[in-house]
């Protein structure tokens, strides 16, 4: 069983840097490519990045590009969201997401969300 434990959210100003974390358990790190969704009030849930397994490639929502970085450390069992130029329409919580795969139907592994708020 996957799971996932998020941290680094709080409460930042327009324009602040946060870096959210996701810690990983239960099966081989490396072999899953990772996510990072965010679901603000009244809104549907958002993918904001992804990253593969060896985090040789990643992937960004058009909101985001050029501000928030995706990265892993598989030693450490660990991803990342580096968030940079933070807009008060960033205010969301903010969820690590992996999937597994049986026969071809993937299977969503969420961790419990952090709350992220850009206000001055």
């Known amino acids: 069983q996957v799971q996932l434990v998020e941290s680094g959210g709080g409460l930042v100003q327009p324009g602040g840097s946060l870096r959210l974390s996701c810690a990983f358990s239960?099966?081989?790190?490396?072999?899953?490519?990772m996510y990072w969704y965010r679901q603000a009030p009244g809104k549907e849930r958002e993918l904001v990045a992804s990253i593969t397994g060896t985090g040789g490639s990643t992937d960004y929502a058009d909101s985001v590009k050029g501000r928030f970085t995706i990265s892993r450390e598989n030693a450490k069992n660990t991803v990342y969201l580096q968030m940079n130029s933070l807009k008060p329409e960033d205010t969301a919580v903010y969820y690590c997401n992996t999937k597994r795969f049986t026969s071809g139907v993937p299977y969503d592994y969420w961790g419990q969300g952090t709350q992220v708020t850009v206000s001055s």
């Open positions: 239960g099966f081989t790190f490396s072999r899953f490519a």
